[in-house]
């Protein structure tokens, strides 16, 4: 009895792994990006380092921004192999801290002539255990929001001289899970309010808020700003999560039911290749089309403006940094 049990809720769990990778929206555009110059933080694996790849393939320079140089300079040699490109570039970066980031950007601000596509890809899963970094912020939060806000604001000036740009946000579906977002307690120092999943949703809520503020604010100076999800995709984030539900369940159900890294890389593609100019600004995007799945809480304009202040105060953006 069980057996068939078992074998019915597999039957079931392959069927809708099939019908959800079917209807995965693919790229269309066939731009080249000859000529252009691709930022990608946490390229070195999953969809990442797939959209690297492609980018790469139409001609760009790439640059892998990356925590793990050996395991980035594999990836950036292997896509070179794969692509006949000979302008696949790694940089380290660690985008929890405020102090790598700023390492990074004055390196690469001192080395690059132009910055026509950054994406801000690298992102963790909410830890077990509420983490500090060495700024005192909560990991989470830093990696996928804190840092990525730090780094486009330090950018920004290069992203301008080369218009028309693109920003490309990942964020998640799951930001839907934020019922209210409390801007004194970005940073979890409320008791008792920290929880793996909570502060994943926050980070990628703030994904969009900041998304939508930077494409406001950079509207007219020809640098399109856009987030997306990519949906549920079979990468190693999950196994690199220490959390139960992330690191147990999901990790062994995605290859079953998610997207392949390939196809979860399809919309980071046409928003930093397709050939529209100007480029459609402020809008979140599924599954390489307009979605209107983003919660009311992260398209509310006031919330983007105080969530990019108290961003500003606990990075500490200094006025030499600010580029807008
Ligand atoms: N997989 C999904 O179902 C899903 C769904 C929605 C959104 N997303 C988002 O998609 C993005 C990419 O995730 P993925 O699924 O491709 O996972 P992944 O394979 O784990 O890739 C994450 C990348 O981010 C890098 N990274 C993590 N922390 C970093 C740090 N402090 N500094 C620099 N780089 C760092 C990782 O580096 P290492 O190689 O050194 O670990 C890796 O290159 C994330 O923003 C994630 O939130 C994923
Ligand atoms: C973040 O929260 C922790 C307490 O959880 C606190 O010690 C730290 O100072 C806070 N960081 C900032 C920048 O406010
Ligand atoms: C909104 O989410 C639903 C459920 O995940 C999905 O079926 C639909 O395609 C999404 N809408 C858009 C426009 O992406």
């Known amino acids: 009895m069980f057996v068939f049990v078992i074998m019915g809720m597999s039957t079931i769990a392959i069927s809708l792994g099939l019908v959800y990778r ?49 395991k980035a300079s594999q990836v950036a040699s292997d896509i070179e192999e794969a692509t006949g490109s000979k302008s696949v570039v790694v940089m380290k970066v660690d985008t929890s801290s405020l102090a790598s980031v700023r390492e990074f950007a004055a390196k690469f601000l001192a080395k690059e002539r132009r910055l026509d596509v950054l994406v801000l890809n690298a992102g963790i899963g909410g830890r077990q255990k509420k983490t500090l970094t060495s700024d005192n912020l909560e990991l989470t939060m830093a990696t996928n929001h804190f840092g990525h806000f730090l780094l486009t604001n330090l950018l920004l000036g290069l992203l301008k001289a080369s218009q028309p740009s693109r920003v490309v946000v990942v964020s998640c579906m799951i930001h839907s899970n934020v019922q209210t977002l409390d801007i004194e307690n970005l940073n979890f120092t409320k008791e008792g309010t920290y929880w793996p999943v909570q502060a994943y949703a926050q980070s990628k809520a703030c994904n969009i808020l900041f998304t939508r503020y930077l494409a406001n604010l950079l509207k007219d100076y020809g640098v399109a700003v856009n987030s997306m999800c990519p949906g549920f995709v079979s990468s190693d984030i999950f196994a690199k999560s220490e ?28 928003l930093a290749a397709s050939d529209e100019n100007p480029a459609p600004t402020g809008g979140f995007y599924e599954d390489c089309r307009v979605s209107d799945n983003a919660t009311n809480l992260v398209l509310d304009e006031g919330l983007a403006k105080k969530v990019w202040e108290a961003s500003e105060s606990l990075v500490g953006l200094q006025p030499e940094e600010q580029h807008y």
């Open 22 to 70: 079917r209807r995965s929206g693919r790229a269309t555009t066939t731009a080249s990006l000859k000529g252009k110059t691709v930022l990608i933080t946490g390229a070195s694996s999953g969809i990442g380092r797939e959209a690297a790849k492609d980018l790469a393939q139409r001609g760009a320079r790439v640059i892998l921004a990356c925590r793990n140089l050996q």
């Open 243 to 270: 959390s139960f539900i992330a690191g147990y369940v999901y990790n062994y159900l995605a290859p079953i039911l998610a997207k392949t890294v390939e196809q979860g890389a399809q919309t980071i593609i046409q």
